[in-house]
């Protein structure tokens, strides 16, 4: 199937051309009919496989095909995410398709100013991409109107899900009009999914094109066993033996990401952190300067889990495993998309098998392992240098404690304070004058 066969627009079909996109994706054959069709859709599929664009199109065709009544523009489709990143992503494709068709789109999350989204909402948008905090932030203020919304999108409902968004997105439907059109997307299943998609969609059309849970087929995937202390030295040999340009590493706090930046600095590799203590603007910044390639690799937690649509990425590592098995599908989605071939290696320690059974009963699949014979050697090389370095430090912090030794005066008890010895002082008088009698 082509994409002139689902009937969009001359316009649109250039926007996807310039994109060097030809063949529409089987989440983008199946949802944008439904969509066409002004049917709820509750659509399941794996990340990376063109979920934006399968509702993106559709929308913003419609949108173009109906112009509203009133002059002033006032929002008419709003997408939540759960994610500045996926924020951004979002809000790119939605632009890059709704302006050919004269149609304006804005995204709105927190971190950053509110009085800039303010003056764009006031100066008139058609489209809204939005995180469900901060959009309610602006429904409370009366900064943005939602009375008059067609199209409601939520995608990757289940991360909202994950992040406690549950409250704030029944906030919002209830600023939204009954009469809309509500299509969900989520990479997974659950229960609190189907009660969502239960109160919020209205006889919904459900397609599903890939297995419940499952990692994207183009991504090989491998498990190294190793100790935890030694996670960074692998990783380090694992980056310099392959070659790899282009890494995207997860850690599972934001100390242990800053922590391993530092690390593989030390080590000659050029690496900058990501996670959700850095500002928007720093992260934005590190994400550019990650796609470009001038940093080769980003260690992040899992606010990049989702939201991150980087080009050809070759490779993932899990440096720690995920808690919830769930994000380990999310984290590996982030290479393997759009049909390319990625790899997702994980390093687990022993502490970390339970997490890795979880994982495996997930995917219903037990992942390869792999072994380094040469890595111990190389590991012990980056030992010795590093216990040199620890022991470089420590003798130059001995030997500035001694000099603030050297400089410190000696104690009063010994040193009279005009300079005569002790024993030639005189001894002090006991006249009356001056003494007190006891009674």
Not at 178 to 186: M, W
Not at 218 to 230: F, K, L, P
Not at 256 to 264: F, P, Q, R
Request: charged content about 25%; overall charge positive.
């Amino acid at each position: 199937m082509s994409f002139e066969s689902l009937g969009l627009r001359a316009e649109l079909l250039s926007a996807i051309a310039s994109r060097g996109y030809t063949e529409p994706t089987p989440i983008q054959t199946e949802a944008i009919p439904v969509i066409f069709e002004g049917c709820d859709l509750l659509a399941g599929a794996q990340t990376g496989t063109g979920k934006t664009a399968a509702f993106a199109l559709p929308i913003v065709q419609r949108l173009a095909e109906h112009p509203p009544r009133q002059k002033r523009r006032a929002p008419r489709a709003l997408v939540l995410v759960p994610t500045r990143e996926l924020a951004a992503q979002v809000s790119e494709q939605m632009n890059n398709f709704a302006r050919r068709l004269a149609l304006r789109s804005t995204m709105i999350y927190g971190g950053v100013t509110i009085q800039a989204q303010i003056e764009r909402l006031h100066r008139g948008v058609d489209i809204v991409v939005a995180t469900p905090g901060r959009l309610l932030d602006h429904a409370e203020r009366g900064t943005v109107n939602l009375s008059l919304i067609e199209f409601l999108v939520l995608d990757e409902a289940d991360r909202m899900l994950d992040l406690g968004f549950i409250d704030a997105i029944k906030a919002v439907a209830e600023y939204l009009p009954a009469k809309r059109q509500t299509l969900l997307f989520s990479a997974t299943y659950s229960q609190s999914i189907k009660q969502l998609a239960d109160q919020l969609l209205d006889h919904p059309r459900r397609i599903e094109v890939a297995r419940k849970n499952i990692a994207a087929d183009a991504v090989t995937q491998a498990v190294y066993e190793v100790e935890r202390s030694r996670k960074r030295e692998m990783i380090s040999f694992l980056i310099r033996q392959g070659g790899w340009n282009q890494v995207l590493v997860f850690a599972r706090t934001r100390y242990g990401a800053d922590k391993l930046t530092e690390e593989l600095l030390l080590d000659g590799i050029k690496a900058a952190a990501i996670h959700s203590n850095k500002s928007q603007s720093i992260r934005t910044r590190t994400l550019a300067e990650f796609k470009r390639g001038e940093v080769r690799v980003l260690v992040a937690t899992d606010v990049a889990a989702r939201g991150l649509d980087i080009e050809h990425l070759p490779h993932v590592v899990n440096y720690d495993l995920p808690q919830v098995p769930e994000d380990y599908v999310h984290r590996i989605g982030r290479t393997g998309r759009a049909g390319e071939e990625g790899i997702a290696l994980s390093l687990v320690c022993p502490e970390e098998r339970p997490l890795l059974v979880a994982i495996e009963k997930l995917l219903k699949n037990t992942i390869p392992r792999r072994t380094l014979a040469e890595f111990p050697h190389v590991a012990a090389k980056r030992s010795v240098r590093v216990k040199e370095i620890k022991q470089a430090d420590k003798l130059s912090k001995t030997r500035k404690a001694k000099d603030r030794q050297a400089q410190t005066p000696a104690s009063k008890n010994t040193t009279p304070r005009r300079g005569k010895p002790v024993a030639e002082r005189p001894a002090p008088k006991t006249g009356r004058r001056g003494s007190r009698s006891v009674r």
